[in-house]
């Protein structure tokens, strides 16, 4: 059975479908506007002072061919367009996958500890333990899925936002539309690395919320006590249940504080590094200036 399936099925058990209708319509509104955002930054790519630097690039190059280079340059665009939309469509793809899946599941948690009352009414465990144990299986197939596409994403959407800074506060330009379209690619890979993190950070606290109440479950059904006490240590105590980057960082808010706080390290280590490489060059300057006028005289 696919993963929406399974998790469709546990909103029929919880009674809870109407959550998964009212999801339909937010999912729709962000693919929309992440593919106007992506055909945005194509066309200001396109539009930009580095496309037409690497225009000038071919048309003044003596190894193609005149008749060739106008076609060169209409391969060119379109490769370039192409390499923009693939390489945000397949993060974007991820991006929404995972933000569905993990706003279910954190549903998903809530709902059952919201309906913990209603169970312990009716007396019916069974039914509370059932829905966990689908609910973590869906959870830990998930996780097995999610763990290196996610850290793989997270890595590229840093070194985007490094790279984008680097090239914004160290390369100045004076087209407006080179700036405009290097904030949109700040912007993007921020949305990204937030929207891997989040969702997955939401999760992990409502699975530890849920797991609380299960472990807590066996007091409040006395004449179960004993078996019900057993089960669950055995099942579900010991039970590693969290989203991970590679299997190894547990996604927290303060791995999201943590990663930020690394940008910024770095970022202050190649400013540093760059503001001294340019003082020697202007010293170097300097001096062979003086150098040089010493001679004449």
């Not at 706003?103 to 007396?123: N, T």
């Not at 984008?164 to 379209?181: L, R």
């Not at 170097?284 to 010493?294: G, P």
């Amino acid at each position: 059975m696919s993963l929406p399936k399974k998790l469709l099925k546990i909103f029929n058990m919880l009674h809870y479908t109407h959550r998964w209708r009212a999801l339909t319509m937010p999912v729709c509104i962000v693919i929309f506007l992440d593919l106007c955002t992506i055909v945005f930054l194509m066309a200001l790519y396109l539009n930009s002072r580095m496309n037409n630097d690497s225009h000038l690039e071919y048309k003044e190059s003596p190894y193609i061919l005149e008749e060739l280079k106008g076609i060169c340059l209409i391969i060119q665009d379109i490769w370039s367009a192409l390499h923009i939309f693939i390489l945000f469509c397949l993060s974007a793809y991820l991006m929404i996958y995972c933000c569905i899946v993990c706003a279910c599941l954190e549903l998903l948690f809530l709902e059952l500890v919201a309906q913990f009352p209603v169970f312990i009414s009716k007396g019916d465990y069974q039914t509370m333990v059932h829905i966990y144990q689908e609910i973590t299986e869906v959870m830990i197939s998930f996780q097995d899925f999610f763990a290196y596409p996610a850290l793989v994403n997270v890595l590229s959407a840093m070194s985007g936002l490094f790279w984008g800074s680097y090239s914004i506060v160290f390369h100045t330009q004076e087209d407006y539309v080179t700036s405009v379209y290097l904030l949109g690619t700040l912007f993007n890979y921020f949305v990204l690395l937030l929207t891997v993190m989040l969702p997955a950070s939401a999760v992990n606290k409502a699975s530890k919320i849920a797991k609380n109440t299960i472990l807590c479950m066996p007091g409040w059904f006395h004449e179960h006590y004993k078996t019900l006490k057993m089960f669950i240590c055995k099942t579900f105590k010991h039970q590693e249940l969290a989203l991970t980057l590679g299997k190894v960082y547990k996604i927290d808010k303060s791995l999201i504080f943590s990663t930020l706080g690394t940008l910024v390290s770095y970022g202050i280590l190649v400013g540093t590094l760059g503001t001294v490489q340019n003082h020697e060059i202007h010293v170097y300057n300097c001096t062979s200036t003086c150098n040089s006028k010493s001679c004449n005289q």
